[in-house]
């Protein structure tokens, strides 16, 4: 049987990157996805209803997911934007956006999933997309990760207001993901990044599809308001290379 047959996963932010994978993933494992993104997206399975939309209009959003099934089983809320200033610089448009997408509107779309859960009696999933940054922030995009820091405070609050609904919260923090948008920082900063990670290797968008699996299932029953490290040990001892130089 597929992990996932007969579950309806909503995931936001699936043009590239961890979303897409994510949503083709659960598509696999027999789910059906309601993947949304700001960019029109084709997908090559027709397990996948794409909805092109902005999660900062998260009313519109969430009616247009009703609109195209009665059941949400799942979200995984993994929309969000990164905005690189130094704070003496940091320029409050931007910064309000970077609230705006990252904390505000995702609450506010999880809480209309989680009510539309509530009132379907049959519980549900929610799996919120935090950052290693909200842990140890970086100098230069600290905004992005005090919003992170705010999310996932958020997660264990939801999870225990949501959890006499039946309804599971918990989040994960990526660390250096393969994908698109990190290619450019690897390509000047790869050594040093692996050199701070003790599996010594940059993370694959796989290894954060088994990670999210995992916590979207059953198999994780008696987990809720975590925060899952998936980072291969980043900077869980200082000069972790020097272990690969032994």
Not at 8 to 28: D, H, K, M, P, Q
Not at 114 to 136: P, Q, R, W, Y
Not at 145 to 159: D, F, P, Q, V
Request: hydrophobic content about 40%; charged content about 20%.
């Amino acid at each position: 049987m597929l992990k996932f047959e007969e579950k309806t996963v909503v995931i936001t932010g699936t043009s590239s990157g961890i979303g897409r994978e994510l949503a083709e993933y659960f598509a696999e494992e027999g789910a059906r996805v309601i993947a949304v993104s700001r960019k029109r997206t084709e997908y090559n399975n027709d397990r996948i209803l794409g909805i092109q939309g902005n999660i900062k209009s998260y009313n519109k959003v969430f009616l247009e997911i009703k609109q195209v099934t009665n059941q949400i089983h799942i979200l995984i809320n993994n929309a969000g934007i990164i905005y690189y200033s130094n704070l003496l610089e940091a320029e409050i448009e931007k910064t309000k956006d970077v609230f705006d997408t990252n904390v505000i509107s995702t609450l506010m779309l999880s809480t209309l999933v989680a009510n539309d859960m509530k009132e379907k009696k049959n519980g549900g999933v929610i799996v919120n997309t935090l950052s290693f940054a909200s842990k140890i922030p970086s100098a230069g995009s600290g905004i992005y990760a005090a919003s992170k820091a705010a999310m996932e405070s958020l997660t264990r609050t939801m999870s225990a207001e949501f959890a006499p609904f039946e309804i599971r919260v918990n989040g994960y923090s990526p660390g250096v993901i393969r994908t698109g948008m990190t290619e450019p920082v690897l390509e000047k900063n790869e050594e040093q990044m692996v050199n701070a990670i003790a599996l010594h290797r940059i993370g694959d968008t796989r290894d954060v599809v088994k990670a999210v699996s995992f916590l979207a299932s059953d198999e994780s029953a008696y987990l809720t308001g975590i925060n899952l490290d998936v980072s291969g040990g980043k900077f869980v001892v200082q000069n972790a290379g020097n272990c690969w130089n032994i």
